[in-house]
């Protein structure tokens, strides 16, 4: 599958975190582009540790970079990010939009905005430069119910969405939020 800012996909069935196995794979060289996709996390997790329960259903990915901006950029990109994100699920039919610092939250028909994707970014490097960026992210798109404090795209338009297209969209706007923001 080609992927916009994809230069190489790793798919999974299962994985611990796609972060987790981003890392591994900047550790160890992975050129920038590189994204992990998997169907379900055994330890999928958000920002200060907090588990994202990862059942078959969503889509989670990692997409690392090597950027060359400076590390004080780190939350104009996460932000960026989540911009693309809303945009990406508003396309699909949700009345999304973005709870910083990483959050894109939907209204739901009870008139109460609940969870559909979260977003974590992290780095490696020093106070100049980054060596390495994995954004993670997870998107609520067919998971089952009952979901406490989240939804679903399913849910939300009443029919089921393929993760591929979703991916697929959602990639096309990181890509170009990232070369608008200069995020190279």
């Not at 599958?1 to 987790?20: E, I, N």
């Not at 994995?134 to 969405?161: C, D, E």
């Amino acid at each position: 599958m080609k992927l916009p800012g994809v230069r190489r996909l790793v798919r999974l069935k299962r994985a611990d975190s796609t972060q987790a196995a981003a890392r591994r794979l900047a550790e160890a060289g992975a050129p920038d582009g590189t994204m992990v996709w998997a169907l379900s996390q055994t330890a999928g997790r958000g920002r200060m540790g907090r588990r994202w329960r990862s059942a078959p259903g969503g889509l989670y990915a990692s997409w690392l970079l090597r950027p060359k901006f400076a590390p004080d950029r780190l939350g104009e990109f996460s932000l960026a990010c989540g911009k693309a994100l809303a945009e990406t699920l508003r396309a699909f039919g949700a009345a999304a939009t973005v709870k910083p610092p990483n959050d894109v939250m939907a209204l739901c028909p009870d008139g109460k905005a609940r969870k559909l994707c979260g977003i974590l970014c992290e780095a490696a490097g020093d106070s100049r430069s980054l060596h390495w960026l994995a954004v993670g992210f997870g998107v609520n798109v067919n998971n089952p119910p009952p979901l406490k404090r989240s939804t679903s795209l399913r849910l939300l338009v009443k029919r089921r969405v393929g993760i591929a297209p979703v991916l697929r969209a959602a990639m096309a706007r990181l890509s170009r939020a990232r070369r608008a923001g200069n995020f190279i």
